[in-house]
């Protein structure tokens, strides 16, 4: 049985013995993150949508098994934008504490030019994405909330901060991913970094151009879930775009491109997989079906074609990205996430055993706490799941094996070390 404690308990301070991963030529970075697009979404982890582009990137880099987000939105964005697990700096939907440095601060402080396309739901304010570290910017629910105008079909967005007037003709995520490309095109002579998080594939589930809905103006904003596998396939289309764009420009063997999603599906809908079973979508879960989310990686001396088994959550984007950025391991950052820069060519020497869970629905007053392993997920109310046999948590473990009960005691010990929420954020804001 592997150790569990594999980050040095809590690891309040980012103080690892490790040295900054050295890189000598700065790589290119693009970070694309879809919407509500858990793992069975995409054909490389077996479903039955259509994705080849995304499916390439797993050909040509690697594919990750364990990838967990938070399961909703905004707590995803929040964790994988700053290395902190929610308890430090989640404190409501739809906000970043403009306070908080971002992976976006970090590529600035390298020299990189950097860049956000698509959705924001940090913070009501045209002024944030500058504040957060962004030179460039078009984004829809940015000063505009969702009730004001949506995001496919005749889209509300703000382009550097302005307002776009409404064009019942034009498609959001057309908008996004051009805007996205128009900046690697304007930057490719120097380092850049681009964040690209997707509105697709989020409800409303409207018509796509490619939908044959798209022909009769009035159906472009009738939502039916049957729509959901065409915006599958559009969202693989825009990463096409991307892929084909750096291939054109001969930018490819020098951009790391990192795909994701931000939590689990809807649970509107359901998902057919290779094998012929199926997966409901578990979004606001904190069931796998709510967290699992996909993570493909290729560029640069990363592994062809390569299935990389190991746990990564959230937290753990904003230390790789430091890695990648070539920052070197010059101060103490709050920091809960592991790099997994290095097992991007299969060096295997960094791994993380275990991962922790603060979720708090944007909706209710109390929060969930877990902390799971690959196989183990044990919740703060002292629930215990074998994941591995009991996906769905249906069977709490109330007197497993010795092995089992092995687990429970490390993951217990694991759990009682975060402290009571709200002490620690105002603890975390006081150290910074």
């Not at 479903?47 to 987000?69: E, V, W």
């Not at 798209?214 to 825009?238: C, G, I, Q, S």
């Not at 649970?267 to 979508?281: L, P």
Request: overall charge negative; glycine content about 6%; hydrophobic content about 35%.
């Amino acid at each position: 049985m592997k150790q569990l404690i594999g980050m040095s308990g809590i690891a309040l301070i980012c103080s690892t013995t490790v040295s900054a991963v050295e890189t000598p030529q700065k790589m290119n970075v693009i970070l694309i993150l879809a919407d509500d697009v858990g793992f069975e979404c995409i054909h490389a982890y077996g479903s039955t949508y259509h994705t080849p582009n995304i499916d390439r990137m797993a050909q040509k880099g690697m594919l990750f098994k364990n990838c967990h987000a938070q399961p909703l939105s905004t707590p995803s964005r929040v964790q994988l934008m700053t290395g902190k697990y929610n308890h430090r700096n989640y404190t409501r939907f739809a906000y970043l504490d403009p306070k908080e440095k971002t992976f976006a601060h970090l590529a600035k402080e390298a020299g990189y030019s950097t860049c956000i396309a698509g959705k924001w739901q940090l913070g009501y304010d045209s002024r944030l994405p500058e504040v957060f570290g962004f030179d460039s910017s078009c984004l829809w629910q940015l000063s505009q909330e969702r009730e004001q105008g949506e995001r496919y079909a005749n889209p509300l967005y703000e382009l550097e901060g302005n307002i776009i007037p409404q064009d019942a003709d034009l498609y959001g995520p057309d908008i996004f991913v051009n805007h996205i490309i128009n900046f690697i095109r304007e930057n490719k002579r120097k380092p850049f970094f681009a964040y690209y998080p997707m509105v697709l594939c989020h409800d409303p589930f409207f018509p796509t151009p490619d939908s044959e809905e798209w022909n009769v103006p009035y159906l472009r904003e009738k939502a039916n879930t049957k729509h959901f596998a065409e915006m599958v396939t559009y969202m693989d289309n825009n990463v096409g775009k991307i892929l084909d764009f750096l291939d054109e420009e001969n930018l490819t063997e020098e951009t790391l491109v990192i795909f994701t999603g931000d939590n689990g599906t809807n649970t509107e809908i359901v998902t057919k997989m290779q094998d012929g079973t199926t997966i409901k979508g578990g979004k606001k879960s904190t069931k796998s079906s709510g967290t699992h989310v996909p993570l493909i990686v290729c560029g640069p001396k990363v592994g062809k074609g390569k299935v990389n088994e190991n746990l990564v959550d959230f937290s753990d984007f904003y230390p790789t990205l430091k890695d990648v950025f070539g920052i070197p391991e010059n101060r103490k950052d709050i920091l809960d996430g592991i790099s997994f820069y290095k097992q991007l060519s299969d060096d295997q020497s960094i791994v993380r055993t275990w991962s922790f869970c603060h979720y708090q629905d944007q909706m209710k007053p109390d929060y969930v706490r877990f902390v799971q392993t690959i196989d183990y997920k044990l919740y703060l109310d002292g629930r215990f799941y074998n994941k591995k046999k009991d996906i769905n948590e249906t069977l709490n473990i109330l007197n497993g094996t010795s092995e089992e009960e092995s687990v429970r005691r490390e993951l217990q010990t694991i759990l009682v070390q975060y402290p009571v929420w709200g002490k620690e954020i105002l603890t975390a804001t006081s150290k910074q």
